[in-house]
């Protein structure tokens, strides 16, 4: 998850923790990078298992499955042939319309970013508990569900995307091992949501390469050889900001600009505003409290769970309109 924008910089920390301050760093991964041509030549990293080849024979618990390409309506068919399946795809727009498709609403679900933590936790809740007792359950997803959480399903479809998210969206399929073999479906949508960033056209790009080239596209050496492609890829845009070269300035006066790389090193660009969401009574109640004391601060670890970020734009846009007002302000 580390953006490949600042992966120099950051392995160059873990170098200098290495190689001055006698720290042991232990990398663990689901889809483990080759890091020997972009670490410091006196770091050369170790495998600590006996046989990774061997353990991920073991471990081995879905087949994936490159479908092509594929238009909503046909998606949506296979995907209501399932008694219980997850869908991943790349934008929020995707996930609405797609979940608009499913023709049982009931047990049908759709999750995204813009759905605050409790809202989500509390469907996630109901989506366990369908899955537990073998109900009908389908459920239409952004991203979001690929990382930290702890979910299992009989069947997954994933949007095209880089290898190490098809890796992670597999990682929600036949999780417990119930299952001799789960399935994993890859597609790529013919539909048209707008424009994707160039960096997942990117990675998706190099997905397809390794889908083309591989027939276990989730394999040790076919994961090793998609971080090879893509790093050869970004060359400079390693360390897009230019953080180590600034470092090495006025390395002779041991004149280092660290408040000027603190200010670029942001791995999470910061173009967004939380608003808070009045979900529930308890949020509501929160509110109330602050509009009488005037003390936001007071409040903000309690509201957490009810906070959603928009882009800027967004957060204009819907101020222009009066949808949103300021608390404590």
């Not at 998210?165 to 789960?182: F, M, P, Y």
């Not at 967004?272 to 009574?281: K, Q």
Request: glycine share 6%.
């Amino acid at each position: 998850m580390l953006p490949t924008g600042f992966l120099k910089p950051c392995l160059a920390a873990l170098s200098e923790l290495v190689v001055n301050y006698g720290s042991t760093i232990v990398i663990c991964t689901a889809t483990q990078p080759n890091l020997n041509g972009l670490l410091d030549e006196s770091v050369r990293p170790v495998e600590i298992m006996r046989s990774p080849q061997e353990l991920y024979e073991v471990f081995r618990r879905v087949h994936v499955t490159d479908l092509g390409d594929m238009a909503d309506a046909d998606l949506s068919a296979k995907l209501n042939a399932h008694k219980q399946v997850l869908c991943i795809v790349n934008t929020r727009k995707h996930a609405q319309n797609l979940y608009e498709k499913l023709y049982e609403p009931k047990n049908s679900y759709h999750l995204s970013a813009r759905m605050c933590p409790v809202h989500r936790r509390a469907k996630l809740k109901e989506i366990k508990d369908l899955l537990r007792t073998g109900d009908e359950c389908r459920v239409v997803s952004t991203q979001l569900i690929e990382a930290g959480v702890d979910i299992d399903f009989p069947a997954v479809y994933r949007a095209k995307a880089g290898i190490d998210s098809v890796c992670q969206a597999s990682g929600r399929c036949n999780r417990e091992g119930k299952l001799d073999s789960g399935e994993v479906y890859v597609f790529r949508s013919t539909e048209d949501y707008g424009k994707v960033t160039s960096w997942q056209s990117r990675v998706a790009e190099i997905g397809s390469m390794i889908f083309d080239e591989w027939d276990d596209p989730l394999s040790l050496p076919a994961v090793g050889r998609y971080f090879e492609i893509l790093y050869s890829y970004e060359g400079d845009g390693l360390d897009k900001k230019r953080i180590l070269p600034s470092f090495e300035e006025r390395l002779r006066e041991i004149a280092f600009p660290f408040e000027d790389v603190a200010e670029k090193f942001n791995l999470i660009e910061n173009n967004t505003r939380d608003i808070i969401i009045p979900y529930d009574d308890k949020a509501r109640s929160i509110i109330k409290q602050i509009q009488q004391t005037g003390f936001p601060g007071n409040y903000v670890r309690s509201l957490q769970g009810y906070t959603v970020s928009i882009y800027l734009e967004e957060f204009k846009a819907l101020e222009r309109i009066n949808a949103i007002s300021g608390i404590g302000i």
